[in-house]
């Protein structure tokens, strides 16, 4: 619990700024220009939720399995292996996105450095660490996005914002890392692709395939409406959407900290100590929540001067999203922690499939609110399957100990 709390106020610190950030830019940027960069931010979103976010897992989950400790520079030059690779898949946007492109593969892999260092710090529990590093990139890139706009009085670009963003990154990893930073053991590709193929051949490379499913789902709400909605439309979105970040900053904390917490729980009572501490938890947040949507009426008209006013019928669906996810989604840890990875797999792909049907339909007929129910709906959809299996992987759990004399 009080990891959790930690974590969250250093969270809510961050996602504060960051929030100041998503204000400046509704305010300041032309509606092409923040269309781009809600575009950019999912491109960023997709690729960093393949490699960071399932590596980060596969570090914490086969941390011993796959002797991390000895291996952890040939962890990253794998990961950058695969955005090179990812970058070739997804070349064909070029054409659609232009020269952003590039400049969104600069965001990618300063990002991608940052996240690994969060990592291993999540990984050894220093989570105060863990929290700076965030805290410190946003702060960076905030008070260089204020000094573009306050300052200097310019007018932001897509492509000056993102190239803002990766600088502050850098600066903090080699900040934070530097001085750990073996270069000469990246290089060594061979040892990268030998820790692949152990991921490959072992039970990993389905907790891979879900996080690689799971960065599309997370984001294929922007992708649908950019194919078949209007830009205004998509500006609308990512403008509640950035809203929505901020609600859920309460769980990225508790996944942050639930993750290495439940690896090492060895008893039916670790567990359930873990989850009530968790309940206690949203008993506080979830409300807070549905306040913060009820009051999006009057807030986000003054935010954005009434440029988006559908954004408020946005984030109130977004909001009660969150409030699924954040009673059900923690539940993926044990999950997780009992290596049931292929159904992650196949839970996911069916959201994804009923998230696309969904959006189909709405899409046309409600536009950027369409999206927003069809995300209520396949999140609700794929939370609710993990928590009743995650339920029953903690009944067999019990009996298993029950049984043991």
């Known amino acids: 619990m009080r990891h959790i709390v930690q974590v969250l106020t250093f969270d809510a610190g961050s996602k504060i700024v960051s929030g100041l950030v998503s204000f400046l830019l509704i305010r300041f ?3 092409s220009e923040y269309a781009k960069y809600t575009f950019a931010l999912s491109i960023t979103a997709v690729v960093i939720g393949t490699l960071a976010s399932s590596f980060n897992r596969i570090y914490i989950v086969g941390f011993q399995h796959l002797n991390l400790e000895k291996r952890s520079a040939s962890f990253l030059s794998l990961q950058i292996i695969g955005v ?3 970058t070739i898949l997804l ?3 070029a054409v659609d996105v232009g020269h952003e492109y590039w400049v969104i593969l600069i965001l990618i892999l300063a990002t991608l450095f940052t996240e690994y260092v ?5 990984q050894e529990m220093r989570f105060l660490r863990y929290s700076l590093i965030d805290t410190a990139r946003t702060l960076l890139f905030c008070m260089g996005l204020l000094l ?4 200097l009085k310019l007018q932001p670009h897509a492509v000056e914002v993102i190239l803002l963003q990766a600088g502050a990154a850098m600066v903090v990893f080699f900040t934070a890392f530097g001085k750990s930073f073996a270069l000469k053991e990246m290089l060594q590709l061979g040892k990268a692709l030998n820790l692949a193929r152990s991921i490959i051949q072992g039970p990993y490379r389905h907790l891979f395939i879900y996080f690689l499913l799971l960065a599309f789902f997370s984001q294929l709400d922007v992708f649908m409406l950019k194919v078949m909605g209007t830009n205004f439309q998509l500006a609308t979105y990512g403008s509640a959407f950035r809203y929505y970040t901020i609600l859920i900053m309460a769980l ?3 996944h942050a900290v639930l993750l290495p917490v439940i690896q090492t ?3 039916i009572r670790d567990l359930d100590r873990i989850y009530h501490n968790n309940f206690r938890l949203l008993r506080v947040v979830v409300p807070t929540l549905f306040i913060g949507a009820w009051a999006a009426q009057w807030i986000i008209p003054w935010i954005d001067k009434g440029r988006y006013p559908e954004a408020i019928t946005v984030f109130q669906i977004l909001a009660a999203s969150a409030g699924v996810s954040l009673a059900f989604s ?3 840890n044990v999950v997780m922690r009992f290596e049931d990875f292929k159904f992650l797999v196949l839970v996911i792909a069916l959201g994804l499939v009923l998230s696309i049907g969904l959006n189909v339909v709405l899409i046309p007929a409600f536009g950027a609110s369409g999206t927003a129910v069809a995300t209520l709906a396949s999140f609700a959809f794929v939370n609710g399957m993990i928590y009743i299996r995650a339920r029953s992987h903690r009944q067999r759990f019990k009996q298993v100990q029950q049984d043991t004399p």
């Open 252 to 254: 990225n904390s508790i």
């Open 29 to 31: 940027m032309a509606d």
């Open 91 to 93: 070349s064909p946007l």
């Open 148 to 151: 573009v706009i306050l300052v």
């Open 118 to 122: 969060r990592s291993i710090f999540q």
């Open 84 to 86: 090179f690779v990812m």
């Open 265 to 267: 729980a060895t008893t």
């Open 330 to 332: 923690p539940h993926v």
